[in-house]
């Protein structure tokens, strides 16, 4: 693997930042709204954003016994589903760059009883060996990473052969609708941000990060080159949310 660049920037929204500063901006804001996270997503998403997790966990195809890790796993509504699938005789695992997210994630899953093993780490350095999981899920996190092509790689790594890698993630939405998701985007969610959350910069980021990240059809070639097979991708909401699913077959 090469050495990374020193100079070499990559983008924070649509801003251009140095690669070393990216993970710690982006903590930031998160550290920021991490208290009021699941109460923006309900309020952002009109709820849907339950109705996208339950679809993508279905994907996943999990079953009892089997081992799981959710990468940044947020407030956890992933990695409760897969425990729930995998039962007493399987494992789940939570991670997260950001310990304020994992912390708050880990303390949710705890008050309902629910009790996971979490692990504060960068998607692109899992401390995990290989052919460790039968299924490895990032929802709503891999648009946040700063080389997306090395997690990516991590991540189908720790894959058992037949395992299956599944992305839930914002993606490119039905062109005929682009001006009114940008006006909801750029408008009404800062709105929001600053009247639920007390920050309109993190979700002005958030909708900037959504159209700096990868189309549908660009991020199934990006899962191809990491090592997985029979890649696909199943748009939701007119494609303003994409679940891609991979294999790895040997």
């Known amino acids: 693997m090469e050495k990374s660049n020193p100079r070499a920037e990559t983008d924070f929204g649509f801003d251009r930042v140095p690669e070393a500063d990216k993970a710690a901006r982006v903590a930031a804001v998160f550290d920021r709204v991490a208290a009021r996270y699941d109460r923006m997503n309900d309020l952002m998403s009109f709820g849907l954003h339950r109705a996208w997790k339950a679809f993508a966990v279905a994907l996943a195809r999990v079953h009892a016994g089997e081992r799981v890790l959710d990468v940044a796993s947020g407030s956890g509504d992933l990695a409760r589903a897969f425990a729930r699938r995998v039962g007493p005789t399987g494992q789940v695992w939570m991670s997260d760059i950001n310990a304020s997210m994992l912390a708050a994630g880990r ?144």
């Not at 891999?142 to 189908?156: C, G, I, V």
Request: positive net charge; aromatic residues 10%.
């Open 107 to 250: 303390d949710r899953l705890i008050d309902a009883g629910c009790v996971l093993p979490a692990a504060q780490c960068d998607a692109e350095r899992l401390p995990f060996r290989d052919a460790t999981f039968d299924c490895v899920s990032v929802g709503f996190g891999l648009r946040n990473m700063t080389h997306k092509d090395l997690a990516l790689a991590e991540m189908t790594r720790v894959l058992k052969p037949g395992g299956r890698l599944l992305v839930l993630e914002f993606s490119k939405v039905w062109k005929p609708l682009e001006k009114a998701y940008d006006l909801y985007s750029f408008r009404v969610l800062p709105w929001l941000g600053e009247r639920v959350a007390g920050d309109a910069a993190a979700y002005r980021y958030l909708a900037e990060s959504i159209r700096m990240h990868p189309d549908q059809q660009t991020l199934r070639t990006m899962l191809e080159r990491a090592g997985l097979e029979r890649v696909e991708f199943f748009n939701l909401a007119t494609g303003v949310v994409a679940v891609h699913r991979g294999y790895k077959l040997r």
